[in-house]
């Protein structure tokens, strides 16, 4: 069973751009998770998102937005990219929500 | 506002050598805790899950353990190959989402 899979996988970006991450879940799994990791704040919640609906967001500004489609995959969305964007994008999938959440590998933003 | 603190932040073993790693966490509500191995450059692996304290998990050398305050990763004679970042996160009962929240870690180096 293929697992999760992130798009792009490394991406620089200069301040003041929009990017958008990319996350097909496991087949089968319908919630969705993003997570920001950086060495100084660890994993750091972003969204989650059920059958099309965020079911809850983190702390972050309005900068940060998602989305999840009819097929489970799901965007994320950051614009107008600051310094402190830089990190790594990790997106995770469950079966239903409140199962075991499973990553994939990550999309590395750098922002120049 | 939960909260997983995880010590220590690094440890260096020599192979065989055992020892344990420590996660302490406060939330209105465990639904489950979660034990992740984290390769540099890659994303979390699933190891464990555990819901109610006395509960134990194990695979190959890790054992993991819970109780109502904090949870154990004790690793029995390690390999170098064990050497990674172990992430625990703690998970809401009746929040009608999945959000983890994360320590930051235990980098384990395991030297041969």
């Known amino acids: 069973k293929a697992g999760v899979t992130q798009t792009p996988r490394y991406l620089i970006k200069t301040r003041g751009q929009q990017v958008t991450l990319s996350c097909s879940p496991i087949?089968?799994?319908?919630?969705v998770s993003w997570y920001q990791q950086t060495p100084g704040q660890g994993l750091q919640f972003l969204f989650e998102?059920?059958?099309?609906?965020?079911?809850n967001k983190g702390n972050f500004p309005g900068r940060f937005s998602g989305r999840q489609f009819s097929n489970s995959r799901s965007e994320m969305n950051v614009s107008t990219l600051e310094l402190g964007d830089s990190a790594l994008y990790l997106c995770?999938?469950?079966?239903?929500?409140?199962?075991?959440?499973?990553f994939g590998p990550g999309t590395r933003l750098t922002v120049l | 506002e939960d909260q997983v603190t995880q010590s220590p932040e690094a440890l260096r073993l020599q192979e065989g050598e055992s020892s344990s790693l420590n996660c302490s966490y406060t939330?209105?509500?465990?639904?489950?805790l979660f034990w992740y191995r984290q390769d540099p450059g890659k994303g979390p692996e699933f190891l464990f899950t555990l819901y109610s304290a006395g509960e134990e998990k194990e695979k190959e050398r890790l054992k993991a353990t819970l109780t109502k305050k904090e949870s154990f990763l004790h690793i029995t004679a390690p390999k170098p190959e064990d050497s990674a970042t172990y992430l625990c996160a703690v998970q809401r009962r009746d929040s009608g989402y999945s959000t983890l929240t994360f320590g930051k870690g235990t980098m384990l180096l395991v030297s041969p």
């Open positions: 939330v209105s509500g465990l639904r489950g």
């Open positions: 087949s089968g799994h319908r919630s």
């Open positions: 998102y059920f059958s099309e609906t965020q079911r």
């Open positions: 995770a999938s469950s079966v239903l929500l409140g199962n075991e959440q499973f």
